[in-house]
């Protein structure tokens, strides 16, 4: 009776494996809680006008939210004329898009402290989605100071890998945790840290300007995930030339964005399909890429 019980418990546990393996990710991590994942593009170009027919390209492909530089190469803390800059470019981008749409602003970290509090307060009235990373992740205590000098959302968290990385920013206050799933510890550490960010009020945006795979990971977590927002990704990204995301899919459909949101799809797992061999002639390519080096006008380094 014994063996019997057992056989039986053997099958149970084999048909639900066998259940596990041909469901989607987001099944596996508790059911949908959504329909559809909106998405947001970047846009690049050095003057008001470039960025605001960026802008405008990415609403006519689709879009309903796209992503912005704050500026270049900043000084540690801006001079009246850097603060109009970045005011300016925004502002073109808002007029681009209208008021329907959202315009997110990334700082990269570049502006610091005393300079992030000086410049959000001049962006209230343009009501950016969020402010991405004002100040540099070595900063987390600081940060409580920057999110108190303005009512403009802010949002942090690509170079913030675990937990217990995003809770002092959690703690400071930020409204968006934008952790990374190629290096926040994969789907099971960004499920967390979206549960931690929802016991303060604190929405996901995970960070992905990277490859099919990841994207398609993100999107598998924000079906699943109550407290997203929205998702970050590059088909068509300014920095992609010669190399597009799409390229390395068999079947690009699950990708598409009508209305600036992807559809949820049931396919098994993550539910794409790699093209191999779009990706080998890749790798026999090969890249040099290296980040730009940056100074300022006395030649210290600044930050890209």
Avoid at 74 to 81: H, L, Q, S, V
Avoid at 167 to 196: F, Y
Avoid at 289 to 295: A, D, E, I, K, Y
């Amino acid at each position: 009776m014994l063996s019997s019980a057992v056989a039986g418990l053997d099958q149970a546990l084999w048909d639900i494996l066998g259940k596990s393996l041909d469901a989607p990710v987001h099944q596996l991590l508790g059911g949908a809680v959504r329909d559809e994942v909106r998405v947001y593009g970047w846009i690049g170009g050095d003057e008001p006008s470039e960025v605001a027919d960026a802008a405008a390209a990415q609403v006519a492909a689709g879009l309903t939210a796209v992503k912005m530089n704050a500026s270049g190469r900043i000084g540690r803390i801006p001079t009246r004329a850097e603060v109009a800059d970045v005011v300016a470019r925004l502002a073109a981008v808002r007029e681009a898009v209208g008021d329907s749409r959202d315009v997110a602003v990334d700082f990269h970290g570049r502006f610091g402290v005393a300079a992030a509090r000086r410049v959000l307060p001049e962006l209230a009235p343009l009501h950016p989605l969020f402010v991405e990373e004002p100040v540099l992740p070595e900063f987390s205590h600081r940060l409580a100071d920057v999110v108190s000098s303005s009512a403009v959302p802010v949002a942090c968290g690509e170079r913030l890998y675990s937990r217990t990385d995003f809770l002092p920013a959690l703690q400071a206050g930020i409204a968006v945790a934008q952790p990374d799933l190629s290096h926040a510890g994969g789907i099971s550490e960004v499920r967390r840290i979206a549960s931690l960010a929802e016991t303060f009020g604190a929405l996901l945006a995970p960070h992905c300007p990277l490859g099919p795979l990841a994207l398609a990971a993100s999107l598998q977590v924000a079906f699943a995930t109550p407290n997203f927002l929205i998702q970050e990704q590059s088909i068509g990204i300014h920095y992609n030339v010669g190399a597009e995301l799409l390229d390395y899919v068999l079947d690009r459909a699950p990708f598409a964005f009508p209305g600036g949101a992807i559809r949820r799809w049931d396919a098994p797992g993550l539910g794409v399909s790699i093209d191999e061999d779009a990706v080998r002639a890749a790798d026999r390519t090969g890249h040099r890429w290296r980040n730009p080096v940056w100074r300022h006008e006395d030649g210290s380094f600044a930050e890209w």
